[in-house]
């Protein structure tokens, strides 16, 4: 920014001021002399006027016009420097007697249709004046105040305003020149007092900028007048004292740097020191990481082994004292293994190296699943269990719903352990949406014992718990809250509780996740609730008003009751109901009150359903065997409420229905090394568009490129012959396929090989198992979006597929079913083909770890990874990503002998439980098709 100097400033301090007086004092006078002159020509033109008006009434009564005419003559000879013309005019408008009969008589008439003033009037046309004053007899008014009327004529006068407009143009002209005269003079004295005084200045603050870069030799000289010699004087000491101080401070530094170089010397020796000991951290850090991993191993592989033998011995005949112990030694082997995973998450999270996904999923059938967990827990302790879902928030989202769930497990589980009776409330609500991202905040408020203040300060520490007699009463780790905080955090989001002691605790998260275009869950078959109505009875206003919303949404009319006396007085009006939903604590002593209620309620009210705190079939048949049309176990939930109040003709027994889009109108091609993955992924696209080109390596890819035209790519990273991104660029340069989306698939990828595929030019990037729903994000958004229209009900109805629920400790079917679209020949084929290569695969990585060939076990892990991914063996696969993570981490084959140790394990146990898994799908499959 300019900064105005002291000479600039002193020209606006007095030239400036005197001008603008000048000007104004010049301006008011000038204003005032024309003002002066202008009145001075009017009163000039009245004084010739209005005599000649008076005198002149009886020659024209008496028409003498030669009187007038001398009259006017002599006015006009007196008066000849201003007055140009005198005309008298009769009062029909014409003239009587002018003083000059060759001037312009035109310009005084008056114009027709005007009357003759009462007044002297004034016309101002160029250059000239035209007064006119009217001509009356005096001597014949009726009263000296009455209106003048008849006038007799009247008389104009024409004034010549060249003289007094030349005197006016004289006074602003003088006047200008005094204020310049004035402003000249001003400007005389401004520029001697600049050199008197803004000089000597401008030599002191040269003489500061001097000193100031270092110059400390620098003063001021010359003699200068009162002050200034004064400010001179003082500038030329702080200069002096400057140097003096200057030398002192050298020698300071010198000595300063002597003691610096001892004590770097010091500091040396101490570094040397903290470097040994800092790499036996790291060794001991890196014993630490060996002895989890083997500690992870060894200890879940006998836990596996007690568990699952525990599960099969309860299958079998036993006393019940038998069954307690083995029921305890269960729950206690459970609890032993939650810790040792809590144990390990928070070993990943402090090491940094927890990855938090991005994938699509159904927000409401996640939390919905994770509450069907927890439920068992909260009936056994009679504790009431509900959850609101907020209708605004998007169901379909991209995050991690895996630990998403987790934080919610230990919340309501923390929740449940520490609540004796009461309620759990879990709700969901959003606390932004905007630019396509939603921030969701999960509450989880119990009515349980409660923190004081200094148990409060400490949750949140690891192996901590609000009181050390908690870890005797009800067990845990501690560890379950900091891993919740940390994953939140990793969420971008964060988490935080109120507690009361003997009030309960109220704790929340937040995390953000990208909002998913494409719709995820299924659509609820609800149309056939609308308008109808329903009685719904339930005493915690947590559950009633959460139900309530659901079914208010769907448009249905709800009569919420809350205690027995009103759903007394409700069935005695004469309103009718076409469903009664009662909520009921079942205990032995209130189950004959139960029977009796559904018995009354069936009198009035069709179908009768009701929601219970427990998951006992038994008990369900019961009710239902006492005439209610159905028993749900409580929370509820849209789907399952949806599935019971809907009309059963759109019940498909065991068939779940899924939603088909249209096929999109495009050709993709799919590049695999690997069969079965190639397999796979041609099935799941064929599902969303209409023609599926597959090629077995980037060679072939490239060929097919140049002769076609592919509307998407899906591209391996690790192939023979030519690998993912050298076909990458390949076809970018030489095809005319270079600007078709080419998506990035591979089984495995450490952190930050997304952002170097995608600098190499990939568009986008899938991790396998590829995700059906991940598919079809990515469809939709390099895709023209009208392609993907969303299913119609008749094509949702149509299209059916089967649910086999086959799982092992090695092998999960539903997993398998889940990774291929639910294609159940194209699952057990996958898994088929997995199980018949282990062998082989096996002893090929056992001959290459003999002869330490880490390339050829990095080829066959990588194929295998892929291979697991969507065979369901969660398992072997979560070992296989493990070992390939610390392959491409360069980590000898002499490191992950435990790791190895493990993986053949899994492999032993695949290929051990594959036949019966594979006899057990055929058998239901055979069912299945009988049945149908």
Same mark, same amino acid.
């Given at each position: 920014? /300019?900064?105005?100097?002291?000479?600039?400033?002193?020209?606006?301090?007095?030239?400036?001021?005197?001008?603008? =007086?000048?000007?104004?004092?010049?301006?008011?006078?000038?204003?005032?002399?024309?003002?002066?002159?202008?009145?001075?020509?009017?009163?000039?033109?009245?004084?010739?006027?209005?005599?000649?008006a008076i005198v002149g009434v009886e020659p024209i009564i008496t028409k003498d016009r030669e009187r007038l005419r001398r009259l006017i003559g002599t006015a006009h000879r007196n008066h000849s420097d201003i007055v140009k013309n005198i005309t008298i005019f009769t009062a029909d408008n014409q003239?009587?007697?002018?003083?000059?009969?060759?001037?312009?008589?035109?310009?005084?008439?008056?114009?027709?249709?005007?009357?003759?003033?009462?007044?002297?009037?004034?016309?101002?046309?160029?250059?000239?004046?035209?007064?006119?004053t009217p001509i009356y007899d005096e001597a014949r008014q009726l009263t000296p105040n009455s209106v003048y009327e008849n006038a007799l004529g009247y008389i104009a006068v024409q004034i010549d305003r060249n003289k007094v407009q030349f005197k006016q143009q004289s006074q602003i002209v003088i006047?200008?020149?005094?204020?310049?005269?004035?402003?000249?003079?001003?400007?005389?004295?401004?520029?001697? #007092?600049?050199?008197?005084?803004?000089?000597?200045?401008?030599?002191?603050?040269?003489?500061?900028?001097?000193?100031?870069?270092?110059?400390?030799?620098?003063?001021?000289?010359?003699?200068?007048?009162?002050?200034?010699?004064?400010?001179?004087?003082?500038?030329?000491?702080?200069?002096?004292?400057?140097?003096?101080?200057?030398?002192?401070?050298?020698?300071?530094?010198?000595?300063?740097?002597?003691?610096?170089?001892?004590?770097?010397?010091?500091?040396?020796?101490?570094?040397?020191?903290?470097?040994?000991?800092?790499?036996?951290?790291?060794?001991?850090?890196?014993?630490?990481?060996? %002895?989890?991993?083997?500690?992870?191993?060894?200890?879940?592989?006998?836990?596996?082994?007690?568990?699952?033998?525990?599960?099969?011995?309860?299958?079998?005949?036993?006393?019940?004292?038998?069954?307690?112990?083995?029921?305890?030694?269960?729950?206690?082997?459970?609890?032993?293994?939650?810790?040792?995973?809590?144990?390990?998450?928070?070993?990943?999270?402090?090491?940094?190296?927890?990855?938090?996904?991005?994938?699509?999923?159904?927000?409401?059938?996640?939390?919905?699943?994770?509450?069907?967990?927890?439920?068992?827990?909260?009936?056994?302790?009679? =504790?009431?269990?509900?959850?609101?879902?907020?209708?605004?928030?998007?169901?379909?989202?991209?995050?991690?719903?895996?630990?998403?769930?987790?934080?919610?497990?230990?919340?309501?589980?923390?929740?449940?352990?520490?609540?004796?009776?009461?309620?759990?409330?879990?709700?969901?609500?959003?606390?932004?949406?905007?630019?396509?991202?939603?921030? =969701?905040?999960?509450?989880?408020?119990?009515?349980?014992?409660?923190?004081?203040?200094?148990?409060?300060?400490?949750?949140?520490?690891?192996?901590?718990?609000?009181?050390?007699?908690?870890?005797?009463?009800?067990?845990?780790?501690?560890?379950?809250?900091?891993?919740?905080?940390?994953?939140?955090?990793?969420?971008?989001?964060?988490?935080?509780?109120?507690?009361?002691?003997?009030?309960?605790?109220?704790?929340?998260?937040?995390?953000?996740?990208?909002?998913?275009?494409?719709?995820?869950?299924?659509?609820?078959?609800?149309?056939?609730?609308?308008?109808?109505?329903?009685?719904? %009875?339930?005493?915690?206003?947590?559950?009633?008003?959460?139900?309530?919303?659901?079914?208010?949404?769907?448009?249905?009319?709800?009569?919420?009751?809350?205690?027995?006396?009103?759903?007394?007085?409700?069935?005695?009006?004469?309103?009718?109901?076409?469903?009664?939903?009662?909520?009921?604590?079942?205990?032995?002593?209130? #189950?004959?009150?139960?029977?009796?209620?559904?018995?009354?309620?069936?009198?009035?009210?069709?179908?009768?359903? #009701?929601?219970?705190?427990?998951?006992?079939?038994?008990?369900?048949?019961?009710?239902?065997?006492?005439?209610?049309?159905?028993?749900?176990?409580?929370?509820?939930?849209?789907?399952? #409420?949806?599935?019971?109040?809907?009309?059963?003709?759109?019940?498909?027994?065991?068939?779940?229905?899924?939603?088909?889009?249209?096929?999109?109108?495009?050709?993709?091609?799919?590049?695999?090394?690997?069969?079965?993955?190639?397999?796979?992924?041609?099935?799941?696209?064929?599902?969303?568009?209409?023609?599926?080109?597959?090629?077995?390596?980037?060679?072939?890819?490239?060929?097919?490129?140049?002769?076609?035209?592919?509307?998407?790519?899906?591209?391996?990273?690790?192939?023979?012959?030519?690998?993912?991104?050298?076909?990458?660029?390949?076809?970018?340069?030489?095809?005319?396929?270079?600007?078709?989306?080419?998506?990035?698939?591979?089984? /495995?990828?450490?952190?930050?090989?997304?952002?170097?595929?995608?600098?190499?030019?990939?568009?986008?990037?899938?991790?396998?198992?590829?995700?059906?729903?991940?598919?079809?994000?990515?469809?939709?958004?390099?895709?023209?979006?009208?392609?993907?229209?969303?299913?119609?009900?008749?094509?949702?109805?149509?299209?059916?597929?089967?649910?086999?629920?086959?799982?092992?400790?090695?092998?999960?079917?539903?997993?398998?079913?889940?990774?291929?679209?639910?294609?159940?020949?194209?699952?057990?084929?996958?898994?088929?083909?997995?199980?018949?290569?282990?062998?082989?695969?096996?002893?090929?990585?056992?001959?290459?770890?003999?002869?330490?060939?880490?390339?050829?076990?990095?080829?066959?892990?990588?194929?295998?990874?892929?291979?697991?991914?969507?065979?369901?063996?969660?398992?072997?696969?979560?070992?296989?990503?493990? =070992?390939?993570?610390?392959?491409?981490?360069?980590?000898?084959?002499?490191?992950?002998?435990?790791?190895?140790?493990?993986?053949?394990?899994?492999?032993? /146990?695949?290929?051990?439980?594959?036949?019966?898994?594979?006899?057990?799908?055929?058998?239901?499959?055979?069912?299945?098709?009988?049945?149908?």
């Amino acid at each position: 920014m /300019h900064k105005i100097s002291l000479k600039d400033w002193v020209v606006l301090l007095t030239i400036v001021p005197t001008t603008l =007086i000048g000007f104004g004092i010049g301006g008011y006078f000038s204003y005032s002399r024309y003002v002066e002159l202008d009145e001075y020509l009017t009163l000039r033109a009245q004084s010739i006027l209005e005599p000649i008006a008076i005198v002149g009434v009886e020659p024209i009564i008496t028409k003498d016009r030669e009187r007038l005419r001398r009259l006017i003559g002599t006015a006009h000879r007196n008066h000849s420097d201003i007055v140009k013309n005198i005309t008298i005019f009769t009062a029909d408008n014409q003239i009587f007697v002018t003083s000059a009969y060759h001037g312009e008589t035109g310009l005084m008439r008056l114009k027709p249709g005007q009357e003759i003033p009462q007044k002297t009037v004034i016309e101002t046309i160029p250059n000239y004046l035209i007064f006119r004053t009217p001509i009356y007899d005096e001597a014949r008014q009726l009263t000296p105040n009455s209106v003048y009327e008849n006038a007799l004529g009247y008389i104009a006068v024409q004034i010549d305003r060249n003289k007094v407009q030349f005197k006016q143009q004289s006074q602003i002209v003088i006047a200008l020149f005094i204020v310049i005269f004035g402003s000249l003079i001003s400007a005389i004295f401004t520029f001697r #007092l600049i050199k008197n005084v803004t000089r000597p200045v401008t030599s002191m603050v040269q003489a500061v900028d001097r000193i100031r870069e270092g110059k400390l030799e620098s003063r001021v000289s010359g003699q200068l007048i009162g002050e200034l010699n004064f400010l001179k004087n003082g500038i030329n000491a702080m200069a002096q004292s400057l140097g003096d101080y200057h030398d002192e401070m050298q020698r300071s530094i010198d000595q300063a740097t002597v003691d610096l170089r001892e004590s770097l010397e010091q500091f040396e020796i101490q570094n040397v020191e903290l470097d040994i000991a800092k790499r036996k951290a790291q060794d001991a850090n890196k014993v630490k990481s060996e %002895f989890l991993a083997n500690m992870s191993h060894e200890l879940r592989t006998p836990l596996n082994g007690v568990i699952g033998f525990t599960r099969q011995v309860l299958k079998t005949p036993l006393s019940e004292t038998q069954r307690d112990y083995l029921q305890t030694i269960e729950r206690s082997a459970n609890n032993l293994l939650a810790i040792i995973n809590d144990i390990l998450d928070f070993s990943k999270l402090d090491a940094g190296k927890m990855v938090i996904e991005n994938i699509p999923f159904a927000l409401r059938e996640s939390i919905e699943e994770t509450l069907t967990l927890l439920a068992p827990s909260a009936h056994k302790k009679n =504790i009431e269990l509900s959850l609101r879902i907020a209708d605004q928030i998007p169901d379909s989202l991209i995050g991690d719903a895996m630990r998403i769930k987790q934080i919610l497990i230990n919340l309501a589980n923390n929740a449940i352990k520490f609540t004796e009776k009461g309620s759990v409330c879990i709700d969901v609500d959003t606390e932004n949406l905007s630019d396509g991202k939603a921030i =969701i905040k999960v509450t989880v408020t119990d009515t349980g014992i409660g923190m004081n203040n200094d148990q409060q300060k400490t949750i949140f520490e690891a192996f901590g718990q609000a009181d050390k007699s908690v870890t005797r009463l009800y067990g845990g780790t501690g560890l379950g809250l900091v891993i919740s905080q940390r994953l939140a955090r990793e969420m971008r989001g964060d988490i935080g509780f109120v507690s009361e002691v003997r009030r309960g605790s109220t704790f929340w998260y937040t995390f953000e996740c990208e909002i998913n275009p494409v719709s995820l869950g299924q659509p609820l078959l609800a149309q056939a609730l609308e308008n109808k109505s329903i009685l719904y %009875f339930e005493p915690h206003i947590h559950g009633r008003i959460a139900t309530s919303d659901i079914m208010a949404n769907w448009k249905m009319t709800v009569m919420p009751i809350e205690s027995l006396d009103e759903l007394s007085n409700a069935l005695e009006q004469e309103q009718s109901y076409d469903y009664a939903l009662i909520s009921h604590d079942v205990t032995p002593t209130a #189950l004959p009150e139960l029977k009796a209620l559904i018995t009354s309620l069936k009198e009035k009210i069709p179908s009768v359903h #009701l929601a219970i705190n427990s998951n006992s079939p038994s008990l369900q048949e019961v009710l239902i065997g006492c005439g209610a049309t159905s028993c749900l176990s409580k929370p509820l939930t849209p789907a399952r #409420l949806a599935r019971v109040l809907s009309p059963q003709e759109q019940s498909t027994g065991h068939q779940t229905i899924v939603a088909l889009g249209q096929k999109a109108p495009i050709k993709v091609l799919a590049v695999d090394d690997n069969d079965a993955n190639l397999k796979l992924i041609k099935a799941l696209l064929t599902e969303q568009v209409q023609e599926v080109i597959t090629a077995s390596n980037g060679e072939e890819a490239v060929e097919l490129c140049k002769s076609e035209k592919f509307a998407l790519i899906f591209m391996d990273i690790q192939m023979p012959v030519m690998d993912g991104v050298t076909a990458l660029k390949t076809i970018k340069a030489n095809t005319f396929n270079d600007q078709t989306p080419i998506i990035a698939v591979t089984a /495995h990828a450490l952190s930050g090989e997304k952002e170097k595929l995608l600098v190499e030019g990939f568009s986008s990037y899938m991790t396998k198992p590829i995700d059906e729903s991940m598919l079809k994000h990515t469809i939709y958004e390099y895709c023209d979006l009208e392609l993907l229209s969303a299913p119609t009900l008749a094509e949702q109805l149509n299209a059916v597929g089967q649910t086999l629920s086959v799982k092992t400790e090695a092998i999960d079917w539903n997993l398998a079913l889940s990774r291929t679209g639910n294609k159940v020949h194209l699952a057990k084929d996958m898994l088929s083909g997995l199980v018949s290569s282990l062998p082989e695969t096996k002893l090929l990585i056992d001959d290459a770890i003999t002869c330490q060939d880490v390339e050829q076990v990095k080829v066959l892990i990588h194929k295998l990874n892929g291979a697991c991914c969507y065979t369901g063996v969660p398992a072997l696969g979560k070992i296989t990503q493990q =070992i390939e993570t610390m392959l491409k981490q360069n980590q000898s084959l002499d490191d992950l002998e435990p790791e190895f140790f493990e993986f053949f394990e899994h492999i032993e /146990h695949v290929l051990k439980e594959a036949p019966t898994v594979l006899d057990n799908i055929d058998e239901m499959t055979i069912s299945e098709s009988a049945s149908n």
